[in-house]
Every structure is written in structure tokens, then in C-alpha cells.
């Protein structure tokens, strides 16, 4: 079991520039979450998926971000553009029919 | 919406001192998760609760729901520096019977001097 697995594990980017965060699941996992981790607002919950299918995107501030589930092992979260205060800890999470909660090492991502 | 309050937001004590950590919530909790998070890394789980009274213990951390299942505790023992990191209590805000997304409390972040 090699984990959440997210990439990159921090990005530095220009501001305008789009940014693409990946995560791969617990193989099994039917469920996949990406949250936003800051000092000022903590861990928030973007978005989260039930076997590839979006249920719930109103965690996601803005039009300028999207996030896709092709296939059960593979999601993606873009922004774009970036910008300043898009800047945080992106982290990607699965489970297994609301148990079993697993979380990914995390995207530290700075906009420039 | 659900929203969980911890306190204190931070913490600083030493080593092999007792500490409690709280989490609150405005609502019933009917799954609440404790996460530890390390500088850098992502959310270990510590504990599940899930009835009200229920108090499990991992090692030297012992986590309680009170018996009106609004209140969560975490109780280290005798702490150590392996202790150090931010402690986030979790929990559905919907009562769905399984906890089909999480939100999270802002955290309490400890530190263990010598």
C-alpha cells in the first residue's frame, strides 16, 4: 500500500500561469477529496468525488479552478490562472465508503 | 453547516507533561476523526468516535466523545517530542451514517520542549 500519492510535491509558479496538481488514490478507494490547507482559513474542502463522479464542488472558490476523475486511480485539480493567494497546501485524501480516510503528503504550491 | 472549534490553538509544554486538546462542535457529531499533521506531511489518523461515552486510546493518546456527542477531547500522556506537530479533529457535517466528506477544526498546534 504505497499511499495517497500526490505530485508534485511543491510547485513555484508565475502569477497567470496554470498550475495542474495530481493525485492518485488507495487503489480500491471510492471516494476522493482535495482540500486547501492555509493559516488563515485551515484545511477546506474543495471538492470531492464518488466513483469518478463529482458530488459536491462548492468548496471551490472560484471558476478559475477545476478538478477531474478520468478513472478511479487518477485526479487531477488546475488552476487557472494562478495567482497570489492561490498559495497553500493542496492536499488530495481517499476513502472507502466514508471509512478508512487516507491523506496524501500534500502540494505545496507558491504563486509568484 | 457543521463547524468545529478547537482550542487552544496552540500549545507549548514540556517534556512529560500531561496536555489536552479540545474540539467542539455546533452541532452532533456522529463520526468525529483526530488527525495529527507533522510540518511538511500530510494527516496521519489517530481515532475514530463514534458513540457518545466512547473513549479509545492509541499509546499514550487517549481521545473521548462526550456523551452528547458535541465535544471531543485528546488527551496526551506524558508527552514527548515526537508529540510536536498539529492536531486536527474532523467530522461529517452531515448525519449519513458514514462520514461521505470531512470538514475540519483549525487546528491545535503543539510544541514539546526539553
Known amino acids: 500500500d504505497a499511499g495517497v500519492i500526490q505530485s508534485p510535491r511543491h510547485e513555484v509558479t508565475e502569477m497567470g500561469q496554470e498550475v495542474t496538481l495530481r493525485c492518485k488514490p488507495i487503489?480500491?478507494?471510492?471516494?476522493l477529496f482535495w482540500y486547501r490547507q492555509t493559516m488563515m482559513r485551515g484545511l477546506e474542502l474543495l471538492i470531492y468525488?464518488?466513483?469518478?463522479?463529482?458530488?459536491?464542488d462548492s468548496g471551490m472558490p472560484e471558476d478559475r479552478f477545476s478538478a477531474k476523475m478520468p478513472n478511479a486511480s487518477f485526479s487531477t485539480l488546475k488552476i487557472q490562472p494562478s495567482e497570489p493567494r492561490d498559495s497553500a497546501v493542496y492536499f488530495c485524501?481517499?476513502?472507502?465508503?466514508?471509512?478508512?480516510?487516507?491523506f496524501g503528503a500534500g502540494t505545496r504550491l507558491s504563486v509568484l | 453547516s457543521q463547524e468545529l472549534e478547537q482550542s487552544p490553538q496552540s500549545l507549548i509544554v514540556q517534556e512529560g507533561k500531561n496536555l489536552t486538546i479540545n474540539c467542539t462542535s455546533s452541532?452532533?457529531?456522529?463520526?468525529l476523526y483526530w488527525y495529527k499533521q507533522k510540518y511538511g506531511e500530510g494527516l496521519i489518523f489517530l481515532m475514530m468516535?463514534?458513540?457518545?461515552?466512547e473513549e479509545k486510546s492509541h499509546e499514550k493518546i487517549t481521545a473521548k466523545l462526550d456523551e452528547k456527542k458535541q465535544q471531543s477531547s485528546l488527551h496526551i500522556t506524558a508527552s514527548q517530542p515526537s508529540h510536536a506537530g498539529i492536531y486536527l479533529c474532523?467530522?461529517?457535517?452531515?448525519?449519513?451514517?458514514?462520514?461521505?466528506?470531512?470538514?475540519f477544526g483549525t487546528g491545535t498546534r503543539l510544541q514539546v520542549t526539553l
Open positions: 485524501a481517499s476513502s472507502l465508503v466514508g471509512s478508512d480516510w487516507r
Open positions: 487503489s480500491g478507494h471510492n471516494s
Open positions: 468525488f464518488n466513483n469518478n463522479v463529482p458530488i459536491d
Open positions: 452541532k452532533t457529531l456522529y463520526g
Open positions: 468516535l463514534q458513540k457518545g461515552g
Open positions: 474532523g467530522a461529517d457535517p452531515i448525519n449519513t451514517g458514514t462520514a461521505s466528506k470531512l470538514t
